[in-house]
C-alpha cells in the first residue's frame, strides 16, 4: 500500500476544488443540483454495477466484513438513543446528530478503497456499499419515525424512496449478474464501467461544492456529540471488531477507512425533508469533512 497521505491527498484536493468552485459560484445556476442527481442516480450505480458484477466476492469475507461494519454500526446508534436523555436535544437536532453519526460519504470511501488498495480495494469498497447502505438508511428513517417528526405521509414517501434508493438497487443488480454468473455481456461492460470512472471524480467535486463554510460557526453539543461518534467512536468499534474478527489487511483497511468517514451531504437534503435540524446538518457535513482531511490519515496510518 502507497502511502495513506499520497493516496488520500489527491481526493481533498478534488473536494477543495468543489468548494472554491462553490464559493465562485461556477459554473452557475443549478449546475451542481443537476450534475448531483446524474451522479446519484447514473454514474454511482454504474460504478456500483460495474465492480459487483465482475469481481470476486468470494475472495471477500463477507461475514466477517458484514459483523465488523454492521455490528459497530448497530452498537453505535443503540448508544446515541441511550444517551438521548443525557444530552438533552430537541427531536430535530437528535434526528441529525444520528445522521452525522452513522451516515458516510460513499464518494470518498469508494474512491479512498480504490487509491489505497486498487481494484481488490474498490471490490471491498463495493460490498462495504451494498451491506451498509440499506442498513444505514432504515436505521436513519427509523430515527425520524421514533423522534416523531414524520407525519404518516411522510413515513410512507421515506419508505418508497429507500425502497427506490438507486445505490441499494444498484448492488442488488450487481450481486444478482456476478453470482449467476451472466455478468455484463458485450459492449455492456466497458460502457458500463466508463461510466463508473466519472461517477468518483466528479462526486468528490461535487461534494466540496455542497460544503457550508459558513455552518462552521455552530459549535453546540450536537456537533460535538455527533463529531465525537463520527470520527472517533465508530472507527475505534470497528478496528476492535476487525482486530478480533482477524479481517485480512484489505479488508481491515476498507472497513476502518468507512467507519472513519465524514457523514454524507445527503443527509442534508433527508433533514430538510423528514423534520430534522437543517443547519446543524450543514455545520456536520461541513466540519466532519474537513476533520477528516487529518482523522482519515491518522486511523489509517494506526494499522499501515
Given at each position: 500500500m502507497e502511502g495513506v497521505?499520497?493516496?488520500?491527498?489527491?481526493?481533498?484536493l478534488l473536494i477543495l476544488l468543489g468548494?472554491?468552485?462553490?464559493?465562485?459560484d461556477q459554473p452557475g445556476g443549478d449546475f451542481w443540483p443537476r450534475m448531483e442527481r446524474l451522479i446519484y442516480f447514473l454514474l454511482f450505480p454504474a460504478m456500483l454495477v460495474s465492480t459487483l458484477a465482475g469481481a470476486d466476492?468470494?475472495?471477500?469475507?463477507?461475514?466477517r466484513l458484514a459483523l465488523a461494519l454492521l455490528g459497530a454500526m448497530g452498537m453505535l446508534g443503540a448508544a446515541l438513543w441511550a444517551a438521548n436523555h443525557r444530552l438533552g436535544l430537541a427531536a430535530p437536532a437528535f434526528t441529525s446528530v444520528f445522521q452525522g453519526s452513522l451516515r458516510f460519504n460513499t464518494y470518498v470511501g469508494v474512491a479512498g478503497a480504490a487509491a489505497l488498495h486498487g481494484e481488490a480495494g474498490a471490490t471491498v469498497a463495493a460490498v462495504a456499499v451494498a451491506l451498509m447502505v440499506p442498513v444505514v438508511n432504515v436505521l436513519c428513517v427509523a430515527s425520524f419515525i421514533a423522534a416523531g417528526t414524520l407525519g404518516t405521509a411522510g413515513m410512507r414517501a421515506s419508505l418508497a424512496a429507500l425502497a427506490r434508493n438507486p445505490l441499494i438497487l444498484a448492488c442488488l443488480l450487481g450481486i444478482?449478474?456476478?453470482?449467476?454468473?451472466i455478468g455484463l455481456p458485450g459492449w455492456s461492460a466497458p460502457a458500463t464501467e466508463l461510466l463508473g470512472r466519472a461517477a468518483l471524480p466528479l462526486g468528490l467535486v461535487a461534494v466540496g461544492v455542497a460544503?457550508?463554510?459558513?455552518?462552521?460557526?455552530?459549535?453546540?453539543?450536537?456537533?460535538?456529540?455527533?463529531?465525537?461518534?463520527?470520527l472517533i467512536l465508530m472507527p475505534a468499534l470497528v478496528l476492535g471488531f476487525a482486530l478480533l474478527l482477524r479481517l485480512d489487511p484489505?479488508?481491515?483497511?476498507?472497513?476502518?477507512?468507512?467507519?472513519?468517514?465524514?457523514?454524507?451531504?445527503?443527509?442534508?437534503?433527508?433533514?430538510?425533508?423528514?423534520?430534522?435540524?437543517?443547519?446543524?446538518?450543514?455545520?456536520?457535513?461541513?466540519?466532519?469533512?474537513?476533520i477528516a482531511m487529518a482523522s482519515l490519515p491518522f486511523w489509517l496510518r494506526l494499522v499501515g
Open positions: 497521505a499520497g493516496a488520500l491527498g489527491p481526493l481533498f468548494a472554491l468552485l462553490g464559493r465562485l466476492i468470494q475472495q471477500v469475507p463477507v461475514g444478482a449478474l456476478n453470482l449467476s454468473g460544503l457550508r463554510p459558513r455552518a462552521l460557526l455552530r459549535l453546540d453539543l450536537g456537533v460535538w456529540a455527533a463529531n465525537l461518534a463520527k484489505v479488508s481491515r483497511d476498507i472497513a476502518l477507512l468507512f467507519a472513519a468517514l465524514p457523514t454524507a451531504t445527503s443527509a442534508y437534503i433527508l433533514a430538510r425533508q423528514l423534520g430534522g435540524d437543517a443547519e446543524l446538518m450543514a455545520a456536520l457535513i461541513t466540519g466532519q469533512t474537513l
